[in-house]
């Protein structure tokens, strides 16, 4: 089976840029995702970009996409306070979508 | 409207109970999904029903019993569910099954005692 990989934890200062990186192991997916889950609450879809591009910008969110390392990533310009939350990446994989490991996202005053 | 609504948001139930949980939505999606997430994993696939017809269960025990009564409902039926089983129930929704865009309800957090 597919897996998507992230790192656990990553604490950034207000207003300084977040990364989150994903790495997954199936290339033949057409979309991947980017979900937030804030605590006790369900999952909100923020973003997704096709595969055939490279990177994809809806306001502050910036998505990379490196098809040959099968690395995706998400910046989040001027992180505020409630950005904090955990971060799945997801693609769909024999008509399910694998959710990647989940990063936790802490920004600090 | 946007919205996928699950109830209850909390239910506590004993091992010899039977529970339902209930998933609505109002944006005409034809495809509807029942998630499990345990404490601090990613949500893993449970059922999807595609045209009130269960199109994938990912070998779940018997003892959890879809149902999706009309295009706007999906149910998860309990049954003599283990304490293992406690974690939130997300539903889902796309316009279409395998649709890029997924919208998720605010789960049920379910405690088996």
């Known amino acids: 089976g597919e897996d998507v990989e992230q790192s656990l934890f990553l604490s950034v200062r207000e207003g300084d840029s977040s990364v989150i990186n994903c790495t997954y192991t199936?290339?033949?997916?057409?979309?991947l995702y980017w979900y937030k889950q804030e605590p006790g609450a369900g999952l909100q879809l923020l973003t997704y970009?096709?595969?055939?591009?490279d990177m994809k910008q809806d306001q502050r969110l910036t998505v990379l996409l490196n098809k040959k390392d099968k690395h995706l990533s998400l910046r989040i310009a001027d992180t505020q306070t409630g950005d904090s939350a955990i971060y799945f990446c997801?693609?769909?994989?024999?008509?399910?979508?694998?959710f990647g490991t989940g990063t936790r996202l802490q920004v600090f005053p | 409207d946007t919205e996928v609504t699950q109830t209850p948001k909390h239910l506590v139930m004993g091992m010899t109970n039977k529970k339902s949980l209930k998933c609505e939505q109002h944006?005409?999606?034809?495809?509807m999904y029942w998630y499990k997430q345990k404490a601090k994993k990613p949500p893993e696939l449970m059922f999807v029903?595609?045209?009130?017809?269960?199109?994938i269960n990912e070998s779940v025990p018997s003892r959890f019993s879809p149902e999706c009564p009309n295009s706007s409902l999906l149910n998860l039926h309990l049954h003599a569910l283990q304490p293992e089983d406690s974690a939130l129930y997300l539903c889902?929704?796309?316009?279409?099954?395998?649709?890029?865009?997924?919208?998720f309800g605010q789960g049920t957090r379910l405690t088996v005692v």
């Open positions: 997801a693609d769909y994989n024999t008509d399910k979508l694998i």
């Open positions: 889902a929704s796309s316009q279409e099954w395998r649709d890029r865009e997924a919208f």
């Open positions: 029903y595609s045209y009130e017809k269960l199109s």
């Open positions: 199936d290339s033949s997916s057409t979309y």
């Open positions: 970009i096709f595969s055939n591009m």
């Open positions: 944006m005409g999606h034809r495809a």
